[in-house]
């Protein structure tokens, strides 16, 4: 066989349609170079280049029922089964078609990241190779007229798969193209490909039962038909209805004390659309973005009075079960309990709008983490069969597995994908992905709440590693910054003189920032703030770049921390750690003593950081007067000034908002927990709030004023008025006050004078309940919005960002890149000048910023519990929230808050709930919002999830 001469080149039109937010379509032609010379990369072939060198082996993986052959898989195979891609006795010689890799970055970016790994010589000894077809004249393929780009796409892997069993056909290689799709495979075989689905090809593996274990559902496995859930609208339908205005779409939300209730917000109604029942519901999942159709005006209700806390109430364990109908007794207690309420004249639960849910756009699937319930295990042989897992999150229902392993998972924390839910299935469909070891185990709980809040923890790959620098510890900045052939260095700024300190909690390693000030001739200060200069090591579109990028931001739990990007980055490289010369990104004003900006500079620099205080051991010098150092006297300006800045702020209408914060103290020798205790903030923690602040706001005007369309920036929305509706009536009725919020001045000023003289902590509470009325902040680039919509309601801020913590936060990564370019110190990446690029890096730093927070919640939540194992208490606690059949009570000393049911406070039969006076009276005694009550308060194992968690008892 002879080699290819030199690539032959021609061109083709590749055509895109991009739909704009008003739903308008613009038509996008883009000429796309087509060659001759992409290879194969089989160390067999004689035709292809061999540079770069072949990565499939000449002789590759062999099954029981065929010989040597290479596997080209189809992207629902990369998003389905990518654990099994991982497998160390699985899979070699795989060919990803670059169309594969495209859709599955758009769908998802941790499981792409984990697909790049592997192509990435992130596992060599498995040998996977994008094939990049569509820039191959022979297996490039134009979309045709009418044509859906999912038909499309399965063409072009068709084409692939079609092209390398020709190209290799003198070779005793074979394809096997790998399909869970049955129309894509029978057009396959059509074309003389072997085609299979996932399952039979797994079947000739000698170790199939294993293997089959792991391989997601197929969607013909169900034959009984249990339910009739109603069909979704076709996709045509959906979109058509979207832009009519006859259908909304709008993302799912369940009801955390209601899992059978749902809402959906949309721009057309000023209040969410109630989703309520299962059938209404129709197999959504929470967060899943979904198309609603609105009910009659008849039914259209109020949110449910009563909490319902089991997805699966009254429902059977029996996995194969189609005896149930859809609609449980808690469903028509629910519905009872709305239809009751609709009778009632009560100021703010006014009727809402409801609707049923018609279709999915996007689903929120990700690894489930729960266990099989030990009464859908049937005794007998270990053929596979079907059982049922008890997720840990109560809000999802029950997951159909298929496994032979049953009785040995029984008493597991086990992990499960979904693969699909039929609308003749009661159940999701999903499969069995891994054991993470015995219910209640700490190794098992703290790896079940990564994955249940879907935070990537594994370590870093080789490939990633290999971008560090080669001479790892030994790195250090340079003495002079003017010689050499380097001008990015020659750009530096060096200001080692200046007597710069860093202000952290204790035992901070991943030191981000740091300070300094002096007053200059003219009685006005130099400040500065210094930001560890992480983009010198973090270049765009590297793996270490992709693997920031999907994880977003770092993840903080109790006794440990997950990190964005490689401990020798933010422990050591990149930490602003003192007595050591440091890179860093710096921001520098000069400021009167009112604090009045009168400039602002920005630099690359090279500092020398003189201490690491932690806030106490700051705060301690600053209140020393003994100490009359430069270093003390500099921080001593910092907090003259930050308290007038943060005055400013205030003025301007900034809000002062809560959350019941806590820290858990680990013992240092055994890592178990030992205390809760509440955080305390100091004058220093508010010093170095300030001026991050003043720093993000200073960054964000300058980048916008460079990249008006692509600037990475933080928004946070102003409140409809109908989120405080609950809370201002409850106010009213129970105090006799009011939260008015005609503007974040008027609510900041209304807040302030939520304050009741016999209950102290009566103001942080209404603060804790009104940051739940708020709505969220978020990243996004300066051209998805007009300016006026930039502004941060919380901060008071008209443009903000987030620059000063790149060891954490992807979003900081960019901002810096960003202000770089701006500055003339480097060119922008293409990445961070394209809208379309910008919206999908902010879309996932979006998502993992909430994941990571809730994490973090749930991380403190677990070892709060385990410090009650041992230690339960009576606790003074305060009612959020009443329902008919149960209160919520608030513990501060704990920030943990609970459901404490009706049958545990007294006779539910005799129990009246006054929903028009937020009052719950039951065996003579009255229960109202805002009551402080004595709980007792212990950690009991929730019999139904298996999850530990914290029980109140009223007193």
Known sequence: MKREPMPDVSIAAKVFVRSSKNGNATKVVREQYLRTDIPCSSKVCEICPTIPPPVLSESPNQTTKRGPHYVIVDTNIALKAIDLLEHKSAFYDVVVPQIVLEE??????????????????????????????????????????????????????????????????????????????????????????????????????????????????????IKVKEVSYPPYYPMSRLLGGIKNGTLYQGSLSINHYNVVEGTVSTAAYPKPILILGRDNLNRAFNGDSVVIELLPQSQWKHPSTEATTDSNANGLDNADNDEEAVFTDEDRKALAAHAKSAQM?????????????????????????????????????????????????????????????????????????????????????????????????????????????????????????????????????????????????????DLRDLLVCSIDPPGCQDIDDALHAYELPNGNFHVGVHIADVTHFVKANTPLDDEGASRGTSVYLVDKRIDMLPMLLGTDLCSLRPYIDRFAFSVLWEVTPDAEIVNVEFTKSVIRSREAFAYEQAQARIDDESQQDPLTKGMRILLKLSKKLKQARIDAGALNLASPEVKVQMDSETADPG????????????????????????????????????????????????NFEI?????????????????????????????????????????????????????????????????????????????????????????????????????????????????????????????????????????????????????????????????????????VEGLIHLEDIGNPDTAVFEED???????????????????????????????????MTLK
């Not at 045709?144 to 038909?151: A, H, L, R, T, V």
């Not at 960054?699 to 946070?716: C, D, F, G, N, S």
């Not at 065996?923 to 029980?951: H, M, N, P, Q």
């Open 917 to 951: 006076t937020y009052t719950l009276k039951v065996d003579g005694r009255e229960i109202s919002i805002f009551d402080k009550v004595k709980v007792f308060v212990e950690s009991v194992k929730d019999e139904t999830t298996g999850k530990r968690k914290v029980k």
């Open 345 to 493: 004249s009560s100021a703010e639960y006014k009727i809402q709008p409801t609707a049923k849910i018609v279709g999915i756009i996007k689903r929120s699937w990700r690894f489930y983490v729960g266990h099989i319930s030990p009464n859908s295990v049937v005794e007998g042989s270990n053929a596979s069969r079907n059982v049922l897992v008890v997720a840990l999150d109560r809000a999802i229902p029950r997951i159909r597995i298929k496994t032979r392993k049953a009785k040995e998972l029984v008493g597991k924390r086990i992990v499960v994908a979904i693969d699909s839910w039929p609308e003749y299935s009661k159940f999701p469909e999903g499969h069995f992905v891994r054991s993470l070891g015995e219910i209640e185990s700490k190794e098992a709980e703290t790896e079940a709440l990564l994955l249940e809040h879907d935070v990537e923890y594994r370590p870093f790959s080789k490939a990633v590693l290999d971008c560090l620098p080669a001479e790892g510890h030994d790195w250090k900045a340079p003495e002079r910054l003017d010689v050499g052939d380097d001008e990015q260095l020659k750009k530096r700024r």
């Open 727 to 895: 809370l201002n009536d409850q106010l009213r009725i129970k105090k006799g006050m009011t939260i008015d919020l005609e503007s974040s001045k008027t609510l900041a000023d209304s807040l302030d004078k939520c304050v009741d003289p016999k209950e102290p902590f009566f103001n942080t509470l209404v603060r804790i309940m009104a940051t739940r009325c708020m709505l969220a902040a978020e990243y996004f680039h300066a051209g998805s919005y007009s300016y006026p919509e930039f502004r941060h309601y919380g901060l008071a801020s008209e443009i903000y960002t987030h620059f000063t913590s790149p060891i954490r936060r992807y979003a900081d990564v960019v901002a810096h890149r960003q202000l770089a370019g701006a500055i003339g110190y480097e060119t922008l990446d293409l990445s961070h000048r394209d809208k379309t690029k910008m919206e999908r890096i902010t879309q996932n730093i979006n998502k993992r910023h909430r994941n990571a927070q809730f994490a973090g919640r749930a991380s403190i939540e677990y070892y709060v519990g385990q410090v009650l194992k041992k230690d339960e208490s009576e606790q003074e606690g305060f009612v959020i929230k009443l329902f008919s059949n149960g209160v919520v009570v608030l513990v501060p000393k704990f920030g």
């Open 104 to 221: 599955v970055r758009n769908r998802s970016l941790p499981i792409y990241n984990r697909l790049r790994t592997l192509t990435k010589g992130g596992s060599d000894e498995k040998r996977f190779y994008v094939f990049h077809n569509e820039f191959r004249r022979e297996t490039f393929v134009p979309r045709k007229p009418g044509e859906s780009i999912n038909d499309k796409n399965d063409r072009a892997i068709r084409k692939t798969a079609e092209w390398y069993k020709a190209h290799l056909k003198a070779t005793k290689i074979g394809i096997v193209l790998l399909s869970d799709d049955r129309a894509n495979r029978q057009l396959a075989k059509e074309q003389g490909i072997d085609c299979l689905s996932l399952r039979a090809y797994l079947k000739e593996h000698k170790n199939a039962d294993e293997l089959l274990d792991l391989a997601p559902s197929e969607e013909d496995t």
């Open 675 to 722: 205390d809760v205790e509440i955080k305390k903030l100091l004058d220093t923690n508010s010093l170095v709030e300030e001026f991050m602040l003043l720093a993000n706001i200073s960054v964000a005007r300058k980048i916008y004023e460079a990249y008006p369309q692509t600037a990475m920036l933080r928004r946070h929305g102003s409140p409809p008025a109908s």
